[in-house]
């Protein structure tokens, strides 16, 4: 695989996002996606997570995000119609070369891919993210990053939603020239957070830092269009 941005591709990218970016503020809405990807992990995970977090960013910070979250394919054009993909799962990942490709132009054009590990999602997220960006590793972000502060502040990093190895919450990034182009979650459980409280009964406090770490996330992505 060729593991550099082939110029065409980077302006088809940057051509698609302001097209249909454009065609998105005509309608006054926005939409995000969750990432559908092979290799058998369940992707889908958390069903309720994405359109309650949805109802929160438009309740609480007045975003005008359309309610109804997509899915969208690793290698499909379709990816860079969204300005915020969340992507989660237990599982094993696998990423092809052309998807690897396609995921790499998506986040090098404005995109921005948010990874939350659901326990047993770290390995192969890792290794996959490689293909798209050999040349960058996921280093932690200090807690002095916008991302902790851009509308909800917490002084601490991540909160912590769900044990699992009794390990603290980091918050780790792929940057690329300076800009946070890819966030990962790693031993909270965010998009657990956003469920519907019936699923796993957590106290609406949990829920409620959850929901606002979701939306600081949301909020740095839209900046960065």
Same mark, same amino acid.
């Given at each position: 695989?060729?593991?550099?941005?082939?110029?065409?591709?980077?302006?088809?990218?940057?051509?698609?996002?302001?097209?249909?970016?454009?065609?998105?503020?005509?309608?006054?809405?926005?939409?995000?996606?969750?990432?559908?990807?092979?290799?058998?992990?369940?992707?889908?995970?958390?069903?309720?997570?994405?359109?309650?977090?949805?109802?929160?960013?438009?309740?609480?910070?007045?975003?005008?995000?359309?309610?109804?979250?997509?899915?969208?394919?690793?290698?499909?054009?379709?990816?860079?119609?969204?300005?915020?993909?969340?992507?989660?799962?237990?599982?094993?990942?696998?990423?092809?070369?052309?998807?690897? #490709?396609?995921?790499?132009?998506? @986040?090098?054009?404005? =995109?921005? &891919?948010?990874?939350?590990?659901? +326990?047993?999602? !770290?390995?192969?997220?890792?290794?996959?993210?490689?293909?798209?960006?050999?040349?960058?590793?996921?280093?932690?972000?200090?807690?002095?990053?916008?991302?902790?502060?851009?509308?909800?502040?917490?002084?601490?990093?991540?909160?912590?939603?769900?044990?699992?190895?009794?390990? #603290?919450?980091?918050?780790?990034? @792929?940057?690329?020239? =300076?800009? &946070?182009?890819?966030?990962?979650? +790693?031993?909270? !459980?965010?998009?657990?957070?956003?469920?519907?409280?019936?699923?796993?009964?957590?106290?609406?406090?949990?829920?409620?830092?959850?929901?606002?770490?979701?939306?600081?996330?949301?909020?740095?992505?839209?900046?960065?269009?």
């Amino acid at each position: 695989m060729r593991r550099s941005v082939v110029s065409f591709g980077k302006i088809v990218g940057l051509v698609a996002f302001v097209l249909i970016g454009s065609a998105t503020f005509a309608q006054s809405s926005l939409k995000i996606a969750k990432l559908k990807y092979g290799g058998g992990g369940d992707w889908y995970a958390n069903k309720t997570s994405l359109s309650n977090l949805i109802k929160f960013c438009n309740t609480e910070l007045k975003m005008n995000i359309n309610p109804a979250e997509d899915v969208v394919e690793v290698g499909s054009p379709d990816i860079f119609a969204y300005p915020f993909v969340h992507m989660t799962g237990h599982g094993n990942v696998v990423f092809s070369d052309a998807e690897a #490709q396609n995921l790499r132009n998506y @986040l090098l054009s404005g =995109g921005f &891919l948010h990874i939350d590990d659901n +326990y047993g999602l !770290d390995q192969f997220v890792r290794r996959e993210m490689k293909k798209v960006f050999p040349e960058l590793s996921f280093v932690e972000l200090p807690f002095d990053h916008q991302v902790y502060r851009i509308k909800y502040v917490f002084p601490e990093g991540l909160p912590k939603v769900h044990e699992h190895d009794g390990k #603290q919450p980091q918050g780790f990034g @792929l940057i690329w020239q =300076g800009r &946070l182009v890819c966030y990962y979650s +790693y031993e909270t !459980d965010l998009g657990n957070g956003w469920e519907d409280q019936s699923v796993y009964n957590d106290p609406e406090e949990m829920r409620r830092k959850a929901l606002q770490m979701g939306a600081n996330l949301l909020s740095y992505a839209f900046m960065i269009l």
